[in-house]
């Protein structure tokens, strides 16, 4: 974990992901943390990584963490599905359908 920490801390968009996903769930010895969860997707999907951006798409449509928004909710899943995020895809083709 100390290697990604140092790759994220270094501008490493993949990184970024990875440590922020270990602060979402408190693993590799970080304890869970939404709020730094939240720094490093937003620090990777702001270098185009197209999962950050996805889960940034999710905290934002369902409120957590962030204040509920499903403007930039579609923004993100846009964003990562237009890089070819599955994930994003399904998720912004079931907002869209319901919608209807």
Known sequence: ??????????????AQNKIGLAYYLGYGGLKKDLAKAIEWWREAAERNHAEAQFHLGELYLVGEGLPKDLAKALEWLKKAADQGDPDAKKLLEEILTSAK
Not at 1 to 14: D, F, H, N
């Open 1 to 14: 974990m100390v290697w990604w920490l140092k790759a994220a801390e270094r501008g490493k968009p993949e």
